[in-house]
């Protein structure tokens, strides 16, 4: 009986990562085959292509809450939409012993976002909805060979059960411990509604840029939605050369609310991100990037890393054709090891 409800959990993994799938390509072929062309100028097709790679932290315990973005300062023309369906898949492993016996967290993330934008009066809005599943997968193989072609550390994930799903924290008082959570088989959901709206306040060849975001809790479910209000600023410089691109942010984000294990985790309100980034235009419709994103811990459980602060090093190509263009990124929890081992990023954009 274990065999065939293993055998089902992962029949089960099977069919959503298929249906995930069909919608991407769904998207993709509407938006190549239904788009009408026309004629926009040179600019145009600059903005929609060089602005910073679209990632978030994949960090299940990061997640839930509201992320405030690494994007562009420049807004897009007046009048001008964009649709974008990103497909993330991570994988996060802390060991036992490197989690202090206090837990272990094992599992990959996937992340399907549904992302509109438009400006409207001087300020770009911008809705995001996204989708979750958690559970296991198939990338430790890759990750561990990875690692040892290159002399790395695997962090002791190779002395546990390959694409297995064991994640769980526990609190110890004497000799008992008490399991806060232990979550074995996967689970998934409709994540909360972000908002977002961003303004100019200098534009030469420099921009800059301020904007703030708000997330609201609709939906529940344990590391699906935060069940906090989330409110969170940013600043964002662009500077453009002829080929080239620089770019910077810097803000915070508030988490107001209780939420899942607050206490337990010992989660503060607040938290701050900074970042950089470069990129480089090979042709007119091609380019390839480079960012660095810091962000702040609000934990404080004795796992460093949980605690640390997390660094994603961004790495990734645009390919536009005409008002579609396509994004291949990939993350690396560089310095400080506190976010996923590497994430992907498949994006997919549409202008009308």
Known sequence: ?????????????????????????????????G???????????????????????????????LFMPFERAKLMDEGVSELKVSFYKSSTFIDYFAANEKGLFDLESTMLAF???????????????????????????????FHMAFGLPNGGREYWASNQMDFFYQTTEGDTSTKIFHKNKPFYGIGDLSLFGKKE????????????????????GEFIS????????????????????LYATGGFRLMLGRGDYKKELDRSFYSFQIGSGIGFRLSDTTAVFMQFYFQTSPYKTGIKRLDNPSSVHSFGIRWQWDDFLIQLSGDEDSFTYAAPDISFNIQTEFRF
Not at 54 to 59: A, I, L
Not at 132 to 141: M, Q
């Open 1 to 33: 009986m274990y065999h065939v409800r293993r055998f089902l959990r992962s029949q089960e993994g099977v069919v959503m990562k298929k249906k995930v799938l069909i919608l991407c390509l769904i998207f993709v072929s509407l938006s190549i085959f």
């Open 115 to 145: 992302q509109y934008s438009q400006t409207i009066g001087g300020i770009e809005w911008r809705a995001l909805l996204p989708f979750f599943y958690h559970g296991p997968g198939y990338l430790d193989p890759f990750i561990e060979n």
């Open 201 to 220: 306040i200098y534009n030469n060849n420099a921009v800059v840029a301020i904007s703030g975001g708000v997330k609201i809790p609709f939906f529940y």
């Open 35 to 65: 788009a009408e062309k026309q004629e926009k100028n040179k600019n145009y097709y600059f903005d929609f292509l060089m602005k910073p790679l679209d990632t978030k932290n994949q960090y299940i315990f990061y997640l839930p809450y």
């Open 226 to 245: 935060s069940k906090t209000f989330d409110l969170g600023s940013s600043i964002h410089l662009d500077y453009y050369g002829n080929r080239g691109y």
